[in-house]
Antibody
Framework: EVQLVDSGGGLVPPGGSLRLSCAVSGFRFSSYAMSWVRQAPGKGLEWVSGISTSGGSTYSADSVKGRFTISRDNSRNVLYLQMNNLRADDTAAYYC?????????????WGQGTLVTVSS | EIVMTQSPATLSVSPGERATLSCRASQSVSSNLVWYQQKPGQAPRLLFYGASSRATGIPARFSGSGSGTEFTLTISSLQSEDFADYYCQQYNNWPYTFGQGTKLEIK
């Protein structure tokens, strides 16, 4: 089955760290660009970070630059998001998303989301 | 940063009627625009990419159009399962920005 399974969310205090994972199955992971997209409770969608097929190129929104790092392990079929120095406004459901072939930042497959809550 | 503006914020339509949702970009995004549908508690679902190319499995009652700065999503005859939130997103320029969404509700 073609699917993305997000994990790693939880409750973390301000200034803390968390690493999200996205396990991929059912397709050739190394052939697709990937991204993380988040959604604060009751709010809209915000693109967070993206990564090329090889992992050699990464892109991040200004709101997370210098704090979040996207990476991938093509041998294990896993996408990661390392989140450091977390703030209250990082509280959101985080989705991993697959880029459509030929349209790398149009997302045709999404994980179920993992909730990150930043609070003391 | 390209700002995406969707209108209206909420659209009330009766089943069987037509719904028209709009998305405007603050500068040209060519045809590099997608539409997503999201239901409560679910991840978004891709409807259209390239402004008008229907994604796999999307019914023909959905259509997408536009280019440059003005885009439209039309649902020709609303079914009960179509009532949801809809988002547009541009992928022409980093950062890849979303509209704030349109909530399509039953009238």
């Amino acid at each position: 089955e073609v699917q993305l399974v997000d994990s790693g969310g939880g409750l973390v205090p301000p200034g803390g760290s968390l690493r999200l994972s996205c396990a991929v199955s059912g397709f050739r992971f190394s052939s697709y660009a990937m991204s993380w997209v988040r959604q604060a409770p009751g709010k809209g969608l915000e693109w967070v970070s993206g990564i090329s097929t090889s992992g050699g190129s990464t892109y991040s929104a200004d709101s997370v630059k210098g704090r979040f790092t996207i990476s991938r392990d093509n041998s294990r079929n896993v996408l990661y998001l390392q989140m450091n120095n977390l703030r209250a406004d990082d509280t959101a459901a985080y989705y991993c998303a697959r880029g459509l072939r030929g349209h790398n930042f149009a997302f045709d497959l999404w994980g179920q989301g993992t909730l990150v809550t930043v609070s003391s | 940063e390209i700002v995406m503006t969707q209108s209206p914020a909420t659209l009330s339509v009766s089943p069987g009627e037509r719904a028209t949702l709009s998305c405007r970009a603050s500068q040209s995004v060519s045809s590099n625009l997608v539409w997503y549908q999201q239901k409560p508690g679910q991840a978004p679902r891709l409807l259209f990419y390239g402004a008008s190319s229907r994604a796999t499995g999307i019914p023909a009652r959905f259509s997408g159009s536009g280019s440059g700065t003005e885009f439209t999503l039309t649902i020709s005859s609303l079914q009960s399962e179509d009532f949801a939130d809809y988002y547009c997103q541009q992928y022409n320029n980093w950062p890849y920005t979303f509209g704030q969404g349109t909530k399509l509700e039953i009238k």
